[in-house]
């Protein structure tokens, strides 16, 4: 729904004018973040786990690089059975990649744990499933844009399920997210919008399993991630916390979530 | 409690009845002799014994003063001085007819008239304007506009071009009572707030009440803004209108049955297509509103007036985007003289705003909207010279729908879905006396009394013990499980509340030039707009006070030094004020407001405070006139953890609303150098609007995202403009009927760039972090033609 509110802000932008103004900002929060959100990718065959824990920390907010945190520990635990995923970061950039492949599993916890700087992190998630897109179609309405190019993307919601999806639209960070409580149990079709999009393009479409809680880390993620634009309809923005517990340090958190999530994903060329 | 309340109030009436003897009353109705229409604020001074009245909403007076020969004295500016000598022996009833002064005089034109300043009075922080002085307002786009004339007033501010509402001394927008006619207006903006909903032509007075807010308003904790509109010309047929860049407008009065029953009917549209020249869909944004009145004199002792608003947004963005919203209000009023001495109103008022959204894109409709009927009946008793027993009774009965969710076709997979339906009654009574306590002293006293009640619904969540939960593992609010879901009858109360608001206000008059004056007022404030963005949007919801939320309370002090020189060429009004509000509600982080029927899950009670000084300086007459207005202030809130570990809102912090201008100029000037040209100048200046800035960066799953601090810590860039006009007269008006007139007017001439809005994300196309300024109007100059016949 807050969605919506992007349309009074784009009637606003129509009369208004935007412009890249210099800003001094503050930089006081130094801190480690931890982006661990892994996919199973659910096909006809077996499925695979795709996915990698990032280590970085904040910057300012001009800054363009971001620091990777190095020489860390990282480790996933199956809680049911104990079993350990080994995580290692073999290009010194702190992307942590698994050492075993591993297919989670429905209604197991699994704790990542991550000792970096005399800290040890922790989170746990358990793996949440989702359900497959019945179709893809190209629209031709018009909005904002007559060069925008709309897809129609058609699926199925499971009944007596509270159901929260995030919609990867790809291109590394189209996301949108969506709950079924308007439409439980129903078929539903609706709109996805790209701007600037050559024919031809092939785009990969996926549906991303999620809980409550993350449903709503990512929702005030996207719209901090300024895809929401700003603005005087803007809510008084704050850093957002994920699942992440510093067991060390209780006050000196970490930023970021971890998640395991059912995902299916669909293939079109927009045409 | 209420019955004997009433009773206390009758009592007290006739027991001063009965001091006040030996003495007769003068008492009648003021009005405009072109028209017939009544005139509010006129001072009809008695000379010889220093003493006065003034006419009151609908034009009537009354004055009792011993036996004798007295010189009366009208005064009201714009309009011929009339004095008159009259001998009292017994009650005597004298209507008075004003003439405009325009014709008697040769070069200046005086046309302001009932902001003058009383000094002897102890009401305090108010200010009003005609429809006169907004027209000669420069204002965006050539609309004369009255929410914008009013944020040139000290103590008045808005969140900027684009925002609705506006903001008086730090309070919200949604603590403004406004009425319109007396009907309760909840959405004050046309197009997100670029227009205000009332139309210039069929206003005739508003006043704003900042402070010292007397006891007949209630139900707002911040100000009120107390809006009349003509009556219509019930002595001949009249047309006035205008053709603007933006809207035209048009409005007919006239008699019915001559000096008897009139008639007003005012329209004005907006072009659609204004802001959506993109492309060549079929996109839409336009306006409209509708004010009708109508006004039967039966008598000398009765008057009857009915009159409506019906006003509408229509924005469209071809099918796929269609959003209405409005409000439509209906009053039906009766005064009735019961004696010379006693002047009642009886209204029954219907006020609807609604809102509604197609989403054809994914399927989806949406109505909301909030109704009342109101019940009024006061009295003013005019007991003495000096004192005069405001009192009356007000039943409100709100119907609130949050919304109701349905499928717009056929295929669509919405699921229809209605948000709880609640219901409440707001009644309250009060009393306040005007009281001449010696001739340098008035006070003013009284009190509301106020009583809230929540009925039942068809769902009410239950809880083990807070709506609200405190996560301590990862330090967040978040919304907590219901573990029951009950009906309550529509006729079970839920939860009630009462409140008794003093209000106290005294005059003192240090010499003829100057006085100081001081009030208090404890205000209560039962409905509550959920809004957490800085500005409201017509998305957002009123909420009634029940079983999760308190009424907020407010307490505010004021003192003040008036002064007038020259014939009150000159006025300086110089005001400090200090206020707080209890249960001002905050929401957690991350609140979902749209369509949330747990709302209670969201919110937390916090506090808000504000203080600051107001000057007001003003050049009331001359060819050259105006005023410099001068604001110093802070507005704060705060939300306190609920236990010890809590760390509630930012801390539980102290930090600044999204309201808070440590300074605001505004200067508006106006010369007239002839008959034919009059030119107008404002300039505003005010301290930038609150905001957070990020104070890092990371990625998660390739979005950048900023991370923040305290609440707004930081402020936007100083917002300022100049803004000019120029109105012609043409000299050939004069031999005609047909009174032309143009507006020229240029709005920000400087052109600066004012942010709306500082935007920080990742530019897609080079990967860099950028800050974006949104500014909405940079110069826009328009021309307005307004025409009379």
Same mark, same amino acid.
């Given at each position: 729904m ?60 001009f ?119 308007f ?40 719209e ?48 | ?92 009833k ?41 027209k ?15 944020? /040139? ?9 684009g ?49 010292g ?11 009120? /803004? ?30 019915i ?118 019940l ?40 229809a ?49 807070s ?31 009462f ?30 707009l ?62 979902? /407001? ?33 005023? /410099? ?14 236990t ?38 404002n ?7 609150p ?20 609440r707004?810590?930081e ?6 403009r ?45 990967g ?22």
């Amino acid at each position: 729904m807050k969605k919506f509110i992007v349309l009074f802000l784009v009637i606003l932008s129509i009369t208004a004018c935007e412009e890249v103004v210099d800003i001094d900002v503050p930089f006081d929060d130094e801190r480690l973040v931890i982006d661990a959100a892994f996919k199973l990718i659910m096909s006809e065959n077996e499925p695979t786990v795709r996915g990698e824990v990032r280590l970085l920390k904040t910057a300012p907010f001009f800054d363009d690089e971001l620091p990777p945190v190095l020489d860390a520990d990282v480790f996933i635990t199956d809680l049911t059975t104990g079993q350990i995923i080994e995580f290692t970061d073999a290009n010194n950039d702190g992307v942590y990649s698994a050492q075993t492949e591993e297919i989670f599993q429905l209604n197991t916890t699994y704790e990542l744990t991550v000792i970096a700087e005399g800290n040890t992190y922790k989170a746990s998630t358990q793996l949440v499933p989702t359900v497959p897109i019945d179709t893809i179609e190209l629209g031709d309405t018009v909005i904002f844009d007559e060069d925008d190019k709309e897809v129609k993307i058609t699926f199925t919601d499971i009944g007596a399920r509270e159901d929260y999806y995030l919609f990867d639209f790809g291109f590394d960070n189209l996301l949108g997210t969506t709950e079924d409580r308007f439409y439980d149990g129903q078929e539903f079709t609706f709109s996805y919008f790209y701007e600037d999009l050559n024919e031809g393009t092939p785009v990969t479409i996926s549906i991303i399993g999620v809980d409550k809680q993350h449903y709503d880390f990512l929702n005030l993620l996207i719209e901090q991630s300024g895809q929401d634009g700003g603005g005087p309809f803007e809510a008084p923005p704050a850093t957002v916390r994920g699942n992440i517990i510093n067991t060390t340090n209780t006050d000196d958190f970490a930023l970021g979530y971890f998640s395991i999530s059912e995902t299916y994903e669909f293939s079109i060329v927009v045409e | 409690m209420i019955q004997r309340f009433i009773v206390f109030m009758f009592f007290v009436s006739i027991s001063v009845s009965l001091s006040a003897q030996q003495k007769y009353t003068l008492s009648g109705t003021v009005t405009d002799a072109s028209s017939n229409e009544t005139l509010i604020g006129v001072n009809i001074l008695i000379p010889q014994l220093n003493t006065g009245t003034v006419s009151n909403e609908y034009g009537f007076y009354s004055i009792t003063l011993p036996e004798g020969t007295y010189e009366v004295s009208i005064r009201y500016l714009g309009f011929a001085n009339v004095d008159q000598t009259i001998t009292l022996t017994n009650n005597q009833k004298l209507n008075i007819e004003l003439y405009e002064s325009v014709e008697s005089l040769d070069e200046v034109v005086i046309k302001e008239d009932v902001e003058e300043l009383s000094l002897g009075k102890p009401q305090m922080s108010v200010n009003s304007l005609t429809a006169e002085t907004i027209k000669q307002i420069p204002v965006v786009l050539g609309e004369a506009d009255v929410i914008k004339s009013i944020l /040139l007033l000290p103590g008045v501010t808005s969140g900027g071009e684009g925002a609705s509402g506006f903001n008086v001394r730090g309070g919200s927008a949604d603590q403004n009572l406004i009425l319109l006619d007396e009907a309760i207006i909840f959405n004050s903006s046309h197009l997100f707030g670029f227009f205000s909903v009332f139309n210039p032509d069929a206003i005739k007075d508003i006043k704003l009440y900042k402070g010292g807010i007397p006891a007949r308003y209630g139900g707002r904790v911040s100000s009120v /803004l107390d809006i009349y509109q003509r009556e219509g010309n019930s002595k001949e047929l009249k047309v006035e209108g205008g053709i603007g860049a933006v809207a035209s407008r048009l409005l007919v009065e006239g008699p019915i049955i001559k000096d008897k029953f009139s008639y007003l009917f005012g329209g004005r549209a907006s072009y659609a297509h204004l802001f959506l020249k993109l492309t060549d869909n079929d996109n839409t944004a336009y306006f409209y509103d509708l004010n009708t009145k109508l006004k039967y004199k039966a008598n000398e002792n009765n008057n009857l007036y009915l009159s409506g608003y019906f006003g509408r947004d229509v924005f469209a963005i071809s099918e796929s985007f269609v959003n209405v919203y409005g409000n439509s209000t209906l009053n039906l009023r009766w005064n009735h003289l019961f004696s010379d001495k006693l002047f009642s109103n009886l209204s029954l008022i219907y006020s609807d705003y609604y809102y509604g959204l197609e989403l054809d894109f994914v399927g989806f409709q949406w109505n909301s909207g909030i109704r009342n009927i109101n019940l009024k009946y006061d009295f003013k008793n005019y007991v003495s010279d000096n004192f005069q027993l405001n009192y009356g009774i007000n039943n409100i009965y709100y119907r609130f729908n949050p919304g109701e969710i349905e499928p717009n076709r056929d295929d669509s997979g919405i699921v229809a879905e209605e948000l709880t339906k609640k219901f409440a009654n707001e009644f309250s009574g009060y009393i306040e006396a005007e009281h001449g306590i010696t001739d340098d002293l008035t006070l003013s006293y009284g009190v509301r009394l106020s009583h809230f009640a929540r009925f039942g619904q068809d769902k009410l969540n239950v809880y083990a013990n807070s709506p609200v939960e405190f996560n301590e593992e990862i330090q967040i609010y978040e919304e907590a499980e219901p573990i029951d879901v009950i009906q309550p009858e529509r006729s079970e109360v839920l939860k009630d509340f009462f409140n008794i608001e003093p209000r106290v206000a005294l005059a003192y008059r240090l010499n003829d030039k100057t006085s100081i004056k001081a009030s208090f007022n404890r205000m209560a404030q039962y409905l509550h707009l959920l809004s957490n963005t800085a500005s409201p949007t017509p998305l957002d919801v009123w909420t009634p006070s029940g079983p999760f939320i308190e009424p907020q309370l407010l307490n505010q002090y004021a003192v003040g030094y008036f002064k007038k020189w020259k014939n009150n060429t000159f006025s300086l009004e110089a005001e400090a004020f200090y206020k707080t509000v209890d249960n001002r509600i905050d929401y957690i982080n991350g609140a979902d /407001l749209i369509a949330n029927d747990d709302i209670e899950q969201v919110i937390l009670n916090g506090e808000a405070r504000a203080y600051g000084v107001e000057l007001l300086f003003r050049k009331n007459e001359g060819r050259f006139k105006g005023w /410099l207005a001068y604001t110093l202030s802070r507005s704060e809130q705060r939300t306190p953890g609920r236990t010890a570990t809590e760390p509630g809102i930012n801390n539980g912090e102290w930090y600044n609303t999204p309201f808070d201008k440590t300074h605001d100029i505004s200067i508006n000037a106006s010369y007239d150098l002839s008959k034919k040209w009059t030119f107008g100048a404002n300039f505003l200046f005010q301290t930038g609007q609150p905001t957070n800035y990020p104070t890092g960066q990371y990625v998660y799953q390739g979005l950048t995202i900023p991370t923040f601090g305290l609440r707004n810590a930081e402020r936007l860039p100083s917002y300022h403009r100049m803004d000019l006009s120029a109105t012609l007269n043409p000299r050939k008006n004069e031999s005609r009927n047909w009174k032309g007139q143009w507006v020229f007017s240029i709005y920000n001439v400087y052109n600066r760039m004012n942010a709306a809005s500082i935007r920080f994300e990742e530019n897609t196309d080079t990967g860099r972090n950028e800050a974006i300024r949104t500014s909405i109007f940079g110069i826009v100059p328009s021309v307005t033609y307004n025409f009379k016949f």
